[in-house]
């Protein structure tokens, strides 16, 4: 009989025989079009040989000939759960689309542990290289080359879609994107691993003990080949960081939240590194993470989707 292998409660269990049981993002909203929502949705293929999609949100009230910024959004979930269709994030960022005028590609990339980092970085590299093949009206998608702004260029997630969100940032600034210029990330409760800080030392020794298990733990179970210092975890490892391409970064961060002090840390180690763009801190007061995924009507998730809605709309 298997044994498990890891067990990330309420969200997901995997055995020893390689079978896992994910409990939460696996439904799935249907692709509309002119929704009651305001918004259209229509699902593409990426890189279909390898099972790489996305899901393409545009307001139903846009003209013919309107370009509307463009959000690329990588979803979180630890690297091993979610999708752009399930309906907490299908919700979300037709909610964002909605309010902030934009054109958005939420990109579903393949999970651990069926496909072990760095798999997710290599999908996502490759939605975003699929979505700038639109430059110039030439790519294979009607709704991107009629409607995407490229001089609007943003990349946004939360969680581990933060994460990714950063790399795919700096993997720009190291290759370039052609002639396309990044505007801005947004980082909403990053995933950047853990620290000392939210560890305490017991008894006569120096052992820590965790008072949060599991969320390092996790990075090795979605990422065994390499360890807790990998700089695509720890940007303070990470020779490139002041090569981020982008003109301007938001980070937010949730009192409550056990990776709150990671991201500032990710803040403070940006804002040391050279890199010479414009840096946002937003910190929510007495919310735990990604709370507004899951209450997105109370008053502080309304403040913070606010906050990004400005990040999209301003220069």
């Known amino acids: 009989m298997a044994e498990i292998a890891h067990d990330f409660p309420p969200f997901l269990r995997a055995y020893t025989d390689g079978r896992v049981e994910r409990y939460f993002g696996t439904d ?31 307001p139903n009230t846009i003209n ?46 393949r999970l651990a542990p069926e496909f072990p980092v760095p798999v997710a970085y290599e999908d996502s590299w490759a ?11 030439q790519g294979p998608e009607p709704w991107l080359n009629d409607h995407s702004d490229f001089n609007r260029f943003f990349i946004a997630g939360e969680s581990a879609g933060a994460n990714i969100s950063h790399n795919m940032a700096v993997r720009a600034g190291v290759e370039g994107l052609g002639d396309i210029n990044l505007s801005g990330i947004c980082l909403v409760h990053p995933y950047f691993g853990r620290r000392e800080t939210n560890s305490e030392s017991r008894g ?6 965790d ?3 599991g969320v390092d733990n996790r990075w090795l179970f979605v990422c ?25 970064v938001m980070v937010c961060v949730a009192e409550k939240d056990g990776l709150s002090d990671r991201g500032l840390f ?3 180690t940006l804002e040391k590194s050279g890199w010479g763009g414009r840096l946002e801190f937003v910190k929510t007061e007495g919310e735990d993470h990604v709370f507004y995924l899951f209450e997105p009507g109370t008053e502080k998730a309304v403040t913070l989707m606010k906050r990004v809605v400005s990040f999209l709309n301003q220069d």
Not at 28 to 46: L, N, Q, R
Not at 127 to 137: D, F, G, L, R, T
């Open 224 to 248: 065994p080949s390499t360890g807790i210092n990998d700089p695509r975890l720890n940007p303070a490892a990470d020779p490139e960081l002041r090569r981020l391409a982008c003109r301007k």
């Open 64 to 109: 013919p000939d309107q370009k509307l910024p463009l959000l690329i959004y990588f979803h979180g979930g630890a690297f091993c759960l979610g999708s752009p269709f399930c309906p907490t994030y299908h919700n979300y960022i037709t909610s964002l689309v909605a309010e902030a005028n934009v054109i958005a590609v939420s990109v579903d990339y």
């Open 204 to 209: 006569a020794g120096d052992i820590l003990v």
């Open 266 to 268: 990710y803040y403070e």
């Open 28 to 58: 799935v909203i249907p692709a509309s079009v002119y929704s009651e929502t305001g918004v259209s949705t229509k699902d593409v293929a990426i890189a279909p040989e390898k099972g790489v999609s996305a899901r393409i949100f545009k």
């Open 211 to 213: 008072k949060m298990p």
């Open 127 to 137: 939605a975003i290289q699929w979505v700038i093949s639109h430059n110039n009206a």
